[in-house]
């Protein structure tokens, strides 16, 4: 579809054209690829996972989870064909299931991407501390948050293309990367036999919910975001094709690539327990066994990929927060959909993601907490809330969907799953409330917590005033 075509589409849905569409099928799909970024997620969660699961979590828990995921990609692939605005999720939910469904999908996946961006820049900032000789504590960790956040924020603000272009060196970058970590660890490391792959590790003492689908974390947190290549709709040329392909791309990419990595470096664990006892697993195997400076060298690689991660995922963060605010979801609307006159970009929700971001870090931390220990519970907290919200955004437009099939929905953009549109948007909901589940119980208690009080505040504020007001997407009928 011609940029003209695409520009007329969106006039169709209530909106004009005030992105700039600079962004190519490929750059659509290494902005996904960036934010699921295997480098980031199955790297920061490594420990997390050999800790609660030991190698048999990881090895059968990845493609457990690759399959839950393609399913929930799959659904969103198809609404993205159907209805590509920056809105995304928030659009669909709202078409398919009216302005309610709509309001608190936006709301769900802006909290999820403020807690992506935090878990994406901290988890970053908490692999650089040690590499420049700081203790991996709050006090040290926190300043590094920031400059990691502030560089993300600056560089979308400026514009489109730069962060286009950026995300194209990325996606050849973690491909090029997870090659030269699974290289080294094959061809230097002494290796464990395969049977390794199965061995597990007993949970931490006093815990009841059983290691391996505590485990789950580690895979369930690296595949959220990939409904970027959705929000960046408007900047894509062709996006009813580009953006589902992005999507579904993205994800089948990463789990191959991610797949690979973690037995890579599994296999090259010289000592199972010594592992599980480091402060960080992933440091300590490629240092132990390729030696310290080859090991220092393939994590730095590893930092360059959380770097890019952190960048696609502001420009993910600010395209949600600028659509919900131009249908005027969110306090101070008018301010957050602004458009840079010089660069094209929301700027001001740009920066606003950045400083919520931070703020959810700061929470997690508590005031007066800076400890390691403080330091590593803050981002097991922020990755956890992060996959839940996230989740549950993507769960409320798949779920309308469905009702909408057996209501005479019938608008269907170039990609479509056809008839196997209902199971697999069943699936895609079995598979998102098992795994929020899963992730909410103790030792995350605290999420279930806080998401429990997130959907409350969403109901009460609903129902005290904001359905009164509210009018939702243009495409709505009024």
Not at 213 to 240: I, K, N, P, R
Not at 251 to 259: E, F, L, N
Not at 317 to 345: E, K, Y
């Amino acid at each position: 579809m011609s940029d003209e075509g695409a520009r007329g589409e969106l006039e169709a849905l209530g909106y004009r054209q005030e992105l700039k569409r600079d962004v190519s099928a490929f750059q659509n799909f290494a902005l996904s690829f960036s934010v699921i970024s295997v480098l980031t997620g199955a790297v920061t969660l490594y420990p997390h996972g050999l800790r609660w699961g030991g190698p048999l979590a990881m090895t059968v828990g990845w493609p457990l989870v690759v399959a839950g995921t393609l399913c929930v990609a799959l659904s969103l692939a198809e609404l993205a064909s159907a209805y590509p605005t920056a809105g995304a999720l928030y659009h669909w939910a709202s078409i398919l299931g009216g302005r309610g469904a709509g309001w608190a999908t936006a709301w769900l996946n802006t909290v999820g991407q403020f807690a992506i961006t935090a878990g994406i820049d901290y988890g970053l900032s908490e692999f650089l501390a040690p590499l420049l000789g700081w203790p991996a504590d709050a006090a040290h960790v926190v300043p590094l948050f920031v400059v990691v956040l502030a560089s993300h924020a600056l560089l979308n603000h400026v514009g489109v293309g730069v962060v286009a272009r950026l995300n194209v060196v990325s996606a050849w970058y973690h491909l090029v990367g997870v090659a030269v970590v699974v290289g080294a660890v094959l061809a230097l490391a002494p290796q464990q036999p395969l049977n390794f792959l199965l061995e597990t590790v007993p949970p931490p003492p006093g815990a009841w919910t059983p290691g391996f689908v505590v485990a789950l974390l580690q895979a369930a947190w690296t595949f959220t975001g990939y409904d970027a290549s959705a929000h960046a709709s408007e900047e894509t040329h062709d996006a009813a094709r580009n953006a589902p392909r992005g999507i579904l791309t993205a994800v089948g990419a990463s789990a191959i690539a991610g797949w690979a990595l973690i037995l890579g470096v599994t296999l090259a664990i010289p000592s199972l327990p010594d592992a599980v006892a480091a402060p960080n697993a992933f440091l300590f195997i490629l240092q132990a066994s390729l030696g310290r400076g080859v090991g220092v060298a393939l994590v730095w690689v590893c930092v360059g990929a959380m770097w890019f991660c952190g960048l696609a995922s502001v420009t993910s963060n600010s395209r949600m927060l600028w659509a919900f605010a131009r249908d005027g979801g969110l306090p101070a609307s008018a301010l957050l959909a602004r458009v840079s006159p010089r660069f094209s970009t929301p700027h001001v929700a740009t920066w606003v993601s950045a400083v919520c971001a931070l703020g959810v870090v700061l929470l997690s931390i508590g005031i007066g907490e800076v400890s390691e220990r403080a330091a590593a519970d803050a981002l097991g907290t922020v990755t956890a809330v992060s996959t839940v919200a996230l989740y549950a955004s993507y769960g409320v437009p798949i779920a309308a969907a469905l009702w909408a099939r057996r209501h005479g929905w019938t608008r269907r953009g170039p990609f479509t799953v056809k008839a196997a549109g209902p199971w697999l948007n069943g699936l895609a909901l079995g598979w998102i409330v098992a795994s929020s589940a899963v992730m909410s119980l103790p030792p995350s208690g605290v999420v279930g917590a806080a998401m429990a009080l997130i959907a409350l505040a969403l109901v009460v504020a609903w129902f005290a005033g904001v359905r009164g007001r509210f009018k939702g997407p243009a495409a709505l009928p009024r």
